[in-house]
């Protein structure tokens, strides 16, 4: 019988700490060629809104798996979460059922982790300084993640929303302060973090100084662009999947198509980084749309420990 695991479940059984080991070696496994993952198959619902269905297969873990997201943008003014997720994981040998979690917390805290992947390989080791550019999970989850990988002295964070971002200082542990505007807190900083729901460019080059590691996890739609053209074309780009940042990201497919740079602009995945390849640049970019993997192996690993701490509750299908 499947195992059932409820987002609470699915938080008691994940640690940080360890899911960054586990984003690190799902990263590499899918750069290595060991893992089996098509491009996502993605439906259009309308404006902001869509569904997609993701699969995925790591061989040397042997853990198979599956998940379903809506992204609705619409969702916030509902009270509901814009990411909403499903994760079915299977049976390899068999193709049993072997559980079903609830993805929502997965996407959100395997985003964060892989962003401090990012942060561990392509920040300077001196990073002190962190900008947030949004006030949502995301931001919330960077916030917790990052901090084990650089000890920030200084974090700065704006919100087009200004009531959102007041209540993301106020619950917000450590040196954080609000910013009054998207320049104010990107200037001067070491590592920025590209958290909102834009479909415009939030981040002007011109803020951007030499050694600055951005991370960019949204505009994931080959129609939404959140970074200024011209950043993006200066720096070292690093990206999780070539071949889905060429379909579906929009800072990425509309500057090649504007004629800004060509497909070898992106210099390396993330997992060829951790695998030891090394880039230079006076500014690099981490192009985060999301594998498959990452949510397949993080769910993995919520099952083991699932199983070893007696969380959730088998059903009979």
């Not at 949004?134 to 916030?143: D, F, I, K, P």
């Not at 704006?158 to 609000?178: D, K, M, N």
């Not at 950043?231 to 500057?255: F, I, M, N, P, Y």
């Amino acid at each position: 019988m499947p195992l059932w695991l409820s987002e609470s479940d699915v938080r008691a059984a994940l640690s940080i700490p360890e899911l960054i080991e586990a984003m690190e070696y799902a990263l590499a496994a899918f750069s290595s060629g060991g893992v089996v993952q098509p491009v996502r198959t993605a439906l259009e619902l309308r404006d902001m809104a869509f569904f997609a269905l993701m699969p995925a297969y790591d061989k040397e873990r042997s853990i198979l798996g599956a998940k379903l997201v809506s992204v609705i943008a619409d969702n916030a003014s509902r009270g509901l979460p814009t990411h909403l997720a499903v994760i079915s994981l299977f049976d390899p040998a068999t193709g049993e059922l072997l559980a079903v979690m609830d993805g929502r917390y997965i996407t959100e805290v395997r985003t964060a982790a892989v962003s401090a992947v990012s942060v561990r390989h392509l920040a300077r080791a001196d990073a002190s300084v962190l900008a947030i550019l949004g006030s949502g999970v995301q931001a919330r989850s960077h916030l917790e993640a990052l901090f084990l990988v650089r000890q920030f002295e200084d974090v700065r964070a704006w919100s087009p929303t200004p009531e959102h971002l007041r209540q993301f200082v106020a619950s917000a542990a450590g040196p954080i302060r609000a910013a009054r505007t998207a320049e104010e807190a990107v200037r001067g900083a070491d590592v920025v973090v590209l958290a909102t729901s834009s479909t415009t460019p939030v981040i002007e080059d011109e803020w951007v100084a030499p050694g600055t590691h951005v991370i960019s996890i949204g505009a994931c739609r080959p129609t939404h662009r959140e970074m200024d053209p011209a950043l993006l074309t200066r720096a070292r780009l690093v990206v999780d999947s070539r071949a889905a940042a060429l379909e579906g990201s929009g800072d990425v497919v509309q500057g090649i198509r504007e004629g800004r740079f060509g497909e070898d602009h992106i210099r390396a995945e993330l997992g060829e980084i951790v695998s030891g390849r090394r880039i230079t640049g006076e500014v690099t970019i981490f192009k985060s749309l999301g594998l498959v993997i990452e949510d397949v192996v993080a769910a993995g690993l919520a099952y083991r420990r699932a199983l070893e701490t007696g969380r959730g509750f088998q059903v009979t299908l």
